[in-house]
């Protein structure tokens, strides 16, 4: 999550091959009249997407966080005010970010799996602010599969880069630790106050912080995003936010995370990072994976998916015992 400590940029936009005023011009729009999609949501509409997501995250209500309010001027989150996150290790070391979405699922990028298929080689972290202290909420979760979209690199690089991931045993739901809720596929963006969280780099150096960190990012219309990136670039699965203003965006080690909004009073994930040009950079908004694009698909799989199979020792050495006893009694004629 990168703050640009210095002043404009000088760097990649400086080649910028379209009229920089004009750009400027369009930066300084409020976000007010930043626009995505086509029409507004009627509050009706809100309610429907509650209840479909409902139907997949049974208890409880997934986008109702606990902790309310925002720290201002500041960057460090506080505990339980995005209890959806998630942090996706590989072998040990944070990589990415994610976010639940049900009971057993976490919702993050395909890029974050990438460089090795073998599921073992990832855990899955819930309930953490800190990277480095496990707190009272804090939950590790081993794999089970990651299910990645099949549009992944297909018609783009890093089109269709979202992630399905199961976890091995059920994610416990407590104040700090909740689903967040699906874009419906039908959802329009327009004049939102949306919040991207992770423990990627601070800074363009590349500095980190173990302190999970949250940016506020207005949304860039997608004709704007597809002006400063170029029209092949930017896809209709893939959505733009960023803060021109004070320069913030997501960075190395956000990917996966969620781009959130708060629809009347519940928070929905429209984003999930993605990539962009350098950080914090004025021209290049932070592009996600628009998430009201594979709703449908999401919830397909979550739907559709097994639940993993469950060790049960306790269960298993009694079913042992029950066979033994079976065997013995079977056997018993047979010696009489
Ligand atoms: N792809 C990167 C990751 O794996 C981060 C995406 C955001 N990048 C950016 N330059 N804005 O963490």
């Not at 990832?122 to 496990?134: E, I, K, S, T, W």
């Not at 998916?305 to 004629?333: F, K, N, R």
Request: negative net charge.
């Amino acid at each position: 999550m990168a703050t640009a400590l210095t002043g404009p940029r000088t760097g990649p936009g400086e080649s910028w091959p379209t009229t920089p005023s004009l750009l400027l011009l369009l930066f300084l729009l409020p976000p007010t009249q930043v626009e995505a999609t086509a029409h507004r949501h009627p509050a009706s509409e809100e309610v429907a997407f509650s209840r479909d997501v409902g139907r997949t995250s049974p208890s409880p209500a997934c986008g109702q966080r606990h902790v309310q309010g925002k720290i201002l001027g500041g960057v460090d989150a506080l505990e339980g005010k995005w209890p959806w996150q998630a942090s996706v290790h590989f072998v040990g070391f944070h990589i990415c970010g994610g976010s639940i979405i049900d009971e057993y699922w976490i919702l993050s990028a395909a890029h974050c799996f990438d460089r090795n298929r073998n599921t073992e080689a990832f855990d899955m972290y819930v309930g953490l602010v800190d990277l480095n202290v496990a707190g009272n909420h804090t939950q590790w979760f081993e794999v089970n599969r990651v299910i990645i979209h099949p549009t992944y690199e297909l018609y783009h690089p890093v089109g269709g880069d979202i992630a399905l991931v199961q976890v091995k045993t059920r994610i416990v739901f407590s104040d700090s630790v909740l689903p967040i809720c699906i874009a419906p596929p039908d959802l329009t963006l327009w004049n939102l106050s949306c919040w991207a969280t992770g423990w990627g780099s601070i800074s363009r150096k590349g500095d980190t912080s173990n302190k999970l960190q949250e940016v506020q990012l207005p949304l860039v219309p997608f004709h704007l995003c597809r002006l400063l990136y170029g029209q092949t670039d930017i896809l209709p699965d893939m959505l733009c936010a960023g803060n021109f203003k004070d320069m913030k965006s997501a960075c190395e080690g956000d990917s996966g995370g969620p781009l959130v909004c708060e629809f009347d009073r519940t928070w929905v994930q429209i984003g999930v990072v993605s990539w962009g040009q350098g950080c914090a950079y004025p021209m290049y908004p932070t592009v996600f994976a628009r998430v009201s694009f594979f709703s449908k698909w999401i919830h397909h799989h979550i739907e559709n998916t097994p639940l993993p199979l469950q060790p049960l020792p306790a269960l298993s050495s009694t079913l042992g015992a029950i066979i033994s006893v079976l065997m013995t009694s079977l056997a018993a004629p047979s010696m009489l």
